[in-house]
């Protein structure tokens, strides 16, 4: 059985900061492409970053580059988003997505197949 949890999430002023986390059960973390997404009030879930098991980094979202990293610690079977100089737009309940790579493609493209719970990120004005 499969499961991610999210935590690290919270509140937190404009220009501040905060780290969320994945951990990973009932999975090979490391034949896995690891994603955040986040979804906010009244729209659609976007993607935000994504991380191949070779560290590849795939940009979703624009409105992120040079505030968010994307990492994951394969022994840890644990993905990280390091999210600085936070915005009001970035409030959204964030999840952690992992797409199985059979066949050990080192790629962000596919599937993401399992969910996390997500994780509520606010950021006051």
């Known amino acids: 059985q499969v499961q991610l949890v999210e935590s690290g999430g919270g509140l937190v002023q404009a220009g501040g900061s905060l780290r969320l986390s994945c951990t990973a059960s009932?999975?090979?973390?490391?034949?896995?492409?690891m994603g955040w997404f986040r979804q906010a009030p009244g729209k659609e879930r976007e993607g935000v970053l994504c991380?191949?098991?070779?560290?590849?980094?795939?940009y979703y979202a624009d409105s992120v580059k040079g505030r968010f990293t994307i990492s994951r610690d394969n022994a840890k079977n644990t993905l990280y988003l390091q999210m600085n100089n936070l915005k009001p737009e970035d409030t959204a309940i964030y999840y952690c997505?992992?797409?199985?790579?059979?066949?050990?493609?080192?790629?962000?493209?596919?599937?993401?197949?399992?969910w996390g719970q997500g994780t509520q990120v606010t950021v006051s004005s």
């Open positions: 997505a992992a797409d199985r790579k059979y066949y050990g493609e080192n790629d962000c493209r596919g599937t993401f197949n399992y």
């Open positions: 009932g999975l090979t973390f490391a034949g896995y492409t």
């Open positions: 991380i191949t098991w070779r560290g590849g980094i795939t």
